[in-house]
C-alpha cells in the first residue's frame, strides 16, 4: 500500500525554525518528484515547493523562497522541508504529496506559529 | 501566477441527483506538450485529499464511474451523475500547467439536503 507519513509539527515561535519530515513505503520513492502543501482553514489548498527525483530541482511558492528548503534521501525513502524564519501566516496543516500531479497525500503535520 | 476560480462554493445536493462543480482558470490550461493538467481533488472530513480526475477527464484507479470530468481550455466541469452519501467534502481543482507554482481553486463545499 502507498503510504506517506509525515512528522515534524509543532508549536513555534515567530522567527523559529522547524523540519518537517516525511516518511514514503510501497513505491519507489526515488522514481517519483515529491511536493509538500499546506491547509488552512482561510485560505485552503497551498502548493509549497517540490523536488526532482534526484533532488537536483527544486521549486517553491514566492512566500516560501529564501526561508524554506526541500530536500529528500533517497536511500531513507524520506522527504524533508526545512522551514526557517517563520510567521504567523506559516500556520497550517502541511501535506507531503507524491509526484507533480499530486496523486497520493500524506494525513498531514500541524504547524502552529504563534508566541 | 493563474488563479483558479471554483463555483459554487456550497452546493447542497438530494441523493441520487447529479450535482456539477465549475472550474475557471485564468489562463489557457494546454501546456506546451499538448496535454491538459487540470486535476480534481475530494477531501471528505478529517480525511486528506484524494486525487478523483487528472488531465481533465481521467478517472485515478477505484474511482466510480459517477464521476467524470470534462472541458478545455479555460473552462473545466466535474460531474457527479448520482450523488450517494459518501460523495460528502470539499472538491478542489488543480492546475499543474503554468508552473511554479501549482495553484487551486477555493473549493466547493458538497453537502447532502
Known amino acids: 500500500e502507498v503510504q506517506l507519513v509525515e512528522s515534524g509539527g509543532d508549536l513555534v515561535q515567530p522567527g523559529g525554525s522547524l523540519k518537517l519530515s516525511c516518511a514514503a513505503s510501497?513505491?519507489?520513492?526515488?522514481?517519483?518528484?515529491m511536493t509538500w502543501v499546506r491547509q488552512t482553514p482561510g485560505k485552503g489548498l497551498e502548493w509549497v515547493a517540490n523536488?526532482?527525483?534526484?533532488?537536483?530541482?527544486?521549486y517553491y511558492v514566492d512566500s516560501a523562497k529564501g526561508r524554506f528548503t526541500i530536500s529528500r534521501d533517497n536511500a531513507k525513502n524520506s522527504l524533508y522541508l526545512q522551514m526557517n524564519s517563520l510567521r504567523a501566516e506559516d500556520t497550517a496543516v502541511y501535506h507531503c504529496?507524491?509526484?507533480?500531479?499530486?496523486?497520493?497525500w500524506g494525513p498531514g503535520t500541524m504547524v502552529t506559529v504563534s508566541s | 501566477d493563474v488563479v483558479m476560480t471554483q463555483s459554487p462554493l456550497s452546493l447542497p445536493v438530494t441523493l441520487g441527483q447529479p450535482a456539477s462543480i465549475s472550474c475557471r482558470s485564468s489562463?489557457?490550461?494546454?501546456?506546451?506538450?499538448?496535454?491538459?493538467?487540470l486535476s480534481w481533488y475530494r477531501q471528505r472530513p478529517g480525511q486528506s485529499p484524494r486525487r478523483l480526475i487528472y488531465?481533465?477527464?481521467n478517472r485515478d484507479s477505484g474511482v466510480p464511474d459517477r464521476f467524470s470530468g470534462s472541458g478545455s481550455g479555460t473552462d473545466f466541469t466535474l460531474k457527479i451523475s448520482r450523488v450517494e452519501a459518501d460523495d460528502v467534502g470539499i472538491y478542489y481543482c488543480?492546475?499543474?500547467?503554468?508552473?511554479?507554482?501549482?495553484?487551486f481553486g477555493q473549493g466547493t463545499k458538497v453537502e447532502i439536503k
Open positions: 488531465k481533465v477527464s
Open positions: 489562463q489557457s490550461l494546454v501546456y506546451r506538450d499538448g496535454n491538459t493538467y
Open positions: 504529496a507524491r509526484g507533480v500531479g499530486i496523486d497520493i
Open positions: 510501497g513505491f519507489t520513492f526515488s522514481s517519483f518528484w
Open positions: 488543480m492546475q499543474g500547467s503554468h508552473r511554479p507554482p501549482w495553484t
Open positions: 523536488i526532482k527525483e534526484d533532488g537536483t530541482d527544486k
